[in-house]
Each structure stands twice: as structure tokens, then as C-alpha cells.
């Protein structure tokens, strides 16, 4: 079983549009959970941490069920600028201080 | 805002050559970290230093690499007898005090062996 697993897409979305990107992992003990964006080529840049309770900065919301070991990242109203690879990433358990990448869900917004 | 700088941004090197890639992590910053890209992979773990040792190593970080931090600021890739499968992007990245705070990352050495 792949350790963090995404949909690759591509996600194809018009402008204005609400997408939503789902995560599941397999290490139950992990700690701490990511979502990063990537551009083409670039570095892998911390969109927001995912807390148990949920949150939400703008646009933005993400969700975490650890029962179901299970991550969402919400988008609303999308932009031009949001077209880039998201990353679930999942930070390891105690004594753990790698990050797990999984592949990445790409999202193209059309115009 | 800080960043983790690395350089160079691309090296081109011959298969069976010595390279070093440096990166420069968040000043404030006490956790060290390489991972690397493969193009069209997923990004990997390769090592993780703190305290001017290596805490956490993958499976990929075998004898052909080692980690340096040879002064206050600069933190070290070294890859010894590179082959082409080491070709990829390199990424540094950081994190403060709490290991499970979130990595900064660099924007990455594009590292291409011939």
C-alpha cells in the first residue's frame, strides 16, 4: 500500500470553480499533515498545516479524519493562479522527522 | 520573509564524478534536510541533520552521499561517484526548534549527470 496516496488528476476547472482534493495515509502514527503546492519545475512551497478541528485561510480549507486517515484540501472561487500540483505530505511519526510526499493532484483553472 | 537558498541552480557533471551542492537554510532554523525529485516522481526524504549529526536517513542515502555543515550557515550535499540515476532536482529545506513544524524548502539545484 502506497504510503500517502493522491488522485493525480489532472483536474481541469474553470475559473470561479470549487475543487476539492483528497489524501489518504498509512502510517497511523503520523503527526503532523501538509498541504504543499508545487509549480512546474519549482520547490515545493507550505500551503497550510491540517489540524483535527479543521481549517479554513481564505480560499482554502482543509480537513483531516485520522480514523479514516484521510486529508482534504477544499478550493473555492478558483483562480488563475491557483493551476499547480498540490501535495499531501505527512510528517512521520515519534521520532520521525521526514516528510512523505505523495505524488501530487495537478489543477489546471481555465479561463 | 527568510528563505533556504541553494546553489548552484544546475549542474552538469560526467557520470563518475564528485559534486557538492550547498544550500543555505533559515537562519533561526535547526533542522536540516535534503530530499530529491526525479522528474515526473514524487519527492523523496534523503537525510535529516540536526546538532551537527544525522538524525534520520532514507534508504536511498546510502555510502555515496554525506552531509556537512562546515560553518555556521552553509549545510552540504555531497554525492561521491554520481550516476545517471542521480540525475534529478535536489531540494534543502528547514524547519525551527519543533521537528514537526513545516519545511521550508529551497528552490532547488537541478542536478544532470551525463
Known amino acids: 500500500r502506497k504510503e500517502v496516496e493522491q488522485d493525480p488528476g489532472p483536474f481541469n476547472v474553470p475559473e470561479g470553480a470549487t475543487v476539492a482534493f483528497n489524501c489518504t495515509y498509512s502510517?497511523?502514527?503520523?503527526?503532523?499533515f501538509f498541504w504543499y503546492r508545487q509549480d512546474c519545475r519549482k520547490e515545493p512551497k507550505l500551503l497550510m498545516s491540517?489540524?483535527?478541528s479543521g481549517n479554513e485561510d481564505g480560499r482554502f480549507t482543509a480537513q483531516l479524519n485520522r480514523a479514516s486517515q484521510y486529508i482534504s484540501l477544499l478550493i473555492r472561487d478558483s483562480k488563475l493562479s491557483d493551476s499547480a500540483t498540490y501535495l499531501c505530505?505527512?510528517?512521520?511519526?515519534?521520532?520521525?522527522?521526514?516528510?512523505?510526499f505523495g505524488k501530487g493532484t495537478k489543477l489546471s483553472v481555465i479561463p | 520573509e527568510p528563505e533556504v537558498t541553494q546553489t548552484p541552480s544546475h549542474q552538469v557533471t560526467q557520470m563518475g564524478q564528485e559534486v557538492i551542492l550547498r544550500c543555505v537554510p533559515i537562519?533561526?532554523?535547526?533542522?536540516f534536510y535534503w530530499y530529491r525529485q526525479i522528474l515526473g516522481q514524487k519527492v523523496e526524504f534523503l537525510v535529516s541533520?540536526?546538532?551537527?549529526?544525522?538524525?534520520?536517513k532514507s534508504e536511498i542515502f546510502d555510502d555515496q552521499f554525506s552531509v556537512e555543515r562546515p560553518d555556521g550557515s552553509n549545510f552540504t550535499l555531497k554525492i561521491r561517484s554520481t550516476k545517471l540515476e542521480d540525475s534529478a532536482m535536489y531540494f534543502c529545506?528547514?524547519?525551527?526548534?519543533?521537528?514537526?513544524?513545516?519545511?521550508?524548502f529551497g528552490d532547488g539545484t537541478r542536478l544532470s549527470i551525463l
Open positions: 529545506a528547514s524547519s525551527d526548534e519543533y521537528s514537526n513544524q513545516p519545511q521550508h
Open positions: 502510517n497511523s502514527a503520523s503527526q503532523s
Open positions: 491540517v489540524y483535527s
Open positions: 505530505v505527512i510528517h512521520g511519526g515519534a521520532g520521525s522527522y521526514q516528510l512523505t
Open positions: 537562519s533561526n532554523h535547526l533542522y
Open positions: 541533520f540536526y546538532n551537527n549529526e544525522i538524525s534520520e
